[in-house]
């Protein structure tokens, strides 16, 4: 298992990338998911980003090898393996915020960060639903509850409504999602702070 890192540690990461890229005379453009794409937390053990080209230009492999070997994170720390779960309808203007530019130094950037929007960030979460899961659960749950709170939904309907404009074939068999919302524990949501807009 990985150490995980924070919100210092990541952008810290992300300048790292961002100077390597510049260096390399390229821009790399990236979105970010997962809960290393919430304000409300940014604890984790990995960063879940949009389809990469393969190989990884030697660079971009070199530079984050560097980096997990300097702050002990696992070798997959940067990783497109979310890229299975994302929807085909998701467009990336509209769902998407452009989160930063990196290095945050004031060189030349080369690296363009983005985020999901709040709306799709939660229809993938609704999607995966691990608040079951023993290690991981809690932190689900939390993340939906507060997701919903951006939002401004209150109700599993609601909810699944969501789910379905981006995850139509989910929202349609929803049974686990529609049981769960209305059964799952609404206490214990972090008053936090504002969703990117």
């Known amino acids: 298992m990985s150490v995980a890192f924070d919100r210092d540690a990541l952008l810290d990461a992300f300048d790292s ?71 085909p309808l998701a467009d990336r203007a509209a769902d998407h915020l452009e989160f930063g530019t990196f290095p945050r130094d004031g060189t030349p950037p080369g690296l363009e960060v983005w985020v999901p929007s709040a709306e799709y960030l939660l229809a993938l979460k609704l999607k995966a639903f691990r608040i079951t899961d023993p290690v991981r659960g809690e932190t689900e749950r939390l993340d939906i509850l507060n997701l919903m709170k951006v939002v401004g939904i209150s109700t599993a309907e609601e909810a699944i409504a969501l789910l379905g404009r981006y995850f139509p074939v989910s929202a349609a068999s929803s049974e686990k999602q529609r049981f769960l919302l209305k059964n799952m524990d609404l206490g214990g949501g972090a008053d936090a702070p504002e969703y990117p807009r």
């Open 17 to 87: 990338i961002g100077r390597a890229a510049a260096d390399a005379g390229t821009k790399l453009q990236i979105a970010v998911y997962g809960g290393s794409a919430l304000n409300f937390r940014f604890a984790t053990e990995d960063v879940d980003v949009s389809k990469l080209e393969r190989p990884l230009p030697d660079w971009l492999e070199r530079t984050t090898a560097d980096i997990a070997a300097r702050n002990g994170w696992g070798a997959d720390w940067f990783n497109d393996h979310v890229v299975f779960h994302l929807s």
